[in-house]
C-alpha cells in the first residue's frame, strides 16, 4: 500500500532564518505531488504542485520553493521566513490524472 | 461569492442522534466532490467521495444535488468519535490541482 510521510513534525523557527520541510511517498510510482498550507481560521492552499521530477508549479506567489529531486520526494523551502509563513503545512499526493488526494501527517511551523 | 461555503458550526449533538450538514459550490462545472474528515492539529483523511446518485458507508450518507449546487453530508447514530472537523471538496476537473477545499464543519458529539 502507499505511504506518505513528511518532517519535521513541528518546528519554531524565528523570522528571516530559512526552512526546509521534506516528504517522501512510498508504493507508487511517478504521483503527483502537493504542498499545501491551512492557516487558521482559513482553508486549505495549495502553494505548489509537481507532476515529475524538476516540475514544478505555483500557485501562490510568496518567498517559499519547492523542489523534486527524486520521484517520490517532495522539498519546500524558504530562505527567509516570515511572522505569515506560519501555519499547518501538509504534503499530499494522487495518482498522476486522479483527482483523490492523499495528506501526510502535516508540519507544524511556528515563525517567531 | 465563495467557491466552497459551509457552515463553520460547531454542531453540538448528543451520542446517538442523527447529523447533516450542507457544502454549497459555486462553479456549476464542478465535476468531482468529496467529504474529509480532520480531527484536531492533524491531516485531513478521506471520508468519502460524493456520487451524483448519492451513496452510502455505514453510518454516512453523502448526497450531490447538481440543481441547487449542494452537497450533504449525513451521520447516523453519531458516536463520540465522529467528532472532527469535516472538510468538503470540489473539483474542477483536471487532476488535484483543481481541487477547492471548504474551511469546514466542526462536529462535537455529546455524551
Known amino acids: 500500500s502507499q505511504t506518505i510521510h513528511q518532517w519535521p513534525a513541528t518546528l519554531v523557527q524565528p523570522v528571516g532564518s530559512p526552512l526546509s520541510l521534506e516528504c517522501t511517498v512510498e508504493g507508487t510510482s511517478n504521483p503527483n505531488l502537493y504542498w499545501y498550507r491551512q492557516a487558521a481560521g482559513r482553508g486549505l492552499q495549495l502553494l505548489f504542485y509537481?507532476?515529475?521530477?524538476?516540475?514544478i508549479s505555483s500557485e501562490v506567489p510568496q518567498n517559499l520553493s519547492a523542489s523534486r529531486p527524486q520521484d517520490r520526494q517532495f522539498i519546500l523551502s524558504s530562505k527567509k521566513l516570515l511572522l505569515s509563513d506560519s501555519g499547518f503545512y501538509l504534503c499530499?499526493?494522487?495518482?498522476?490524472?486522479?483527482?483523490?488526494?492523499?495528506f501526510g501527517e502535516g508540519s507544524w511551523l511556528t515563525v517567531v | 461569492r465563495k467557491e466552497v461555503e459551509q457552515d463553520p458550526g460547531p454542531f453540538n449533538v448528543p451520542e446517538g442522534a442523527t447529523v447533516a450538514f450542507n457544502c454549497t459550490y459555486s462553479n456549476s462545472a464542478s465535476q468531482s466532490f468529496f467529504w474529509y474528515r480532520q480531527d484536531c492539529r492533524k491531516e485531513p483523511k478521506l471520508l468519502m467521495s460524493v456520487y451524483s446518485s448519492g451513496n452510502e458507508d455505514g453510518r454516512f450518507t453523502a448526497q450531490l444535488n447538481r440543481a441547487s449546487q449542494y452537497i450533504s453530508l449525513l451521520i447516523r447514530d453519531s458516536k463520540l468519535s465522529d467528532s472532527a472537523t469535516y472538510l468538503c471538496?470540489?473539483?474542477?476537473?483536471?487532476?488535484?490541482?483543481?481541487?477547492?477545499f471548504g474551511k469546514g464543519t466542526h462536529l462535537i458529539i455529546q455524551p
Open positions: 509537481s507532476v515529475g521530477i524538476g516540475q
Open positions: 471538496v470540489v473539483s474542477h476537473g483536471g487532476g488535484a490541482d483543481g481541487l477547492t
Open positions: 499530499a499526493w494522487s495518482v498522476s490524472g486522479r483527482n483523490t488526494i492523499y
